[in-house]
T-cell receptor, first 111, second 117 residues
Framework: SQQGEEDPQALSIQEGENATMNCSYK?????LQWYRQNSGRGLVHLILIRSNEREKHSGRLRVTLDTSKKSSSLLITASRAADTASYFC???????????FGTGTRLTVIP | GAGVSQTPSNKVTEKGKYVELRCDPI?????LYWYRQSLGQGPEFLIYFQGTGAADDSGLPNDRFFAVRPEGSVSTLKIQRTERGDSAVYLC???????????????FGEGSRLTVL
């Protein structure tokens, strides 16, 4: 079963704009991760944020985590056409072994 | 190899047939995961191995699905009496460690696309 829900399901922006995707989850977590998937390909890890962290940066990526609201956001700044992909949040529940993925946001960046 | 390798990349079979999908994880990765992804959906957890043992198989949909990892490296996902609803991309991922001490990222293969006619 999937634990997370992403919002929006689809997002279309112009190159250079910022893209924000949100993820909500249901249970207590150890960490939350974001992955990217190009069409027809496997998933690639982008960034991990631990439950005791509130914000993390990696290049043009900024992730926030609000454990009281059980939500996270992924911000991609200065988007590029090559950022076009599906983005998934994934949560590792406290004490659990596996990683549950959300439903994904399909991002299209128009050149 | 440098990454997670999955074979075959595509498999077309007929309803009722038996299918095996193989995953070769990154060398040294003790944790191995199988997921299933339908079109437009996120990966759905199937089973997780820590070493040779299935530490969590709660995601397997029914007893037609079975997975092994006999030597703690390569894993095979086996599907008996395939049904059209089994059609999906089956993704394998590995991680350096597993269990409660694992907080790290998963490395995914490119997936095996299964089509059941």
């Amino acid at each position: 079963s999937q634990q997370g829900e992403e919002d929006p399901q689809a997002l279309s922006i112009q190159e250079g704009e910022n893209a924000t995707m949100n993820c909500s989850y249901k249970t207590s977590i150890n960490n939350l991760q974001w992955y990217r998937q190009n069409s027809g390909r496997g998933l690639v890890h982008l960034i991990l944020i631990r439950s005791n962290e509130r914000e993390k940066h990696s290049g043009r990526l900024r992730v926030t985590l609000d454990t009281s609201k059980k939500s996270s956001s992924l911000l991609i700044t200065a988007s590029r056409a090559a950022d076009t992909a599906s983005y998934f949040c994934a949560t590792r529940e406290t004490g659990a072994n596996n990683l549950f993925f959300g439903t994904g946001t399909r991002l299209t960046v128009i050149p | 190899g440098a990454g997670v390798s999955q074979t075959p990349s595509n498999k077309v079979t007929e309803k009722g047939k038996y299918v095996e999908l193989r995953c070769d994880p990154i060398s040294g990765h003790t944790a191995l995961y199988w997921y299933r992804q339908s079109l437009g959906q996120g990966p759905e957890f199937l089973i997780y191995f820590q070493g040779t043992g299935a530490a969590d198989d709660s995601g397997l949909p029914n007893d037609r699905f079975f997975a092994v990892r006999p030597e703690g490296s390569v894993s095979t996902l086996k599907i008996q009496r395939t049904e059209r609803g089994d059609s999906a991309v089956y993704l394998c991922a590995s991680s350096l460690r597993g269990g409660r001490i694992n907080t790290g990222e998963l490395f995914f293969g490119e997936g095996s696309r299964l089509t059941v006619l």
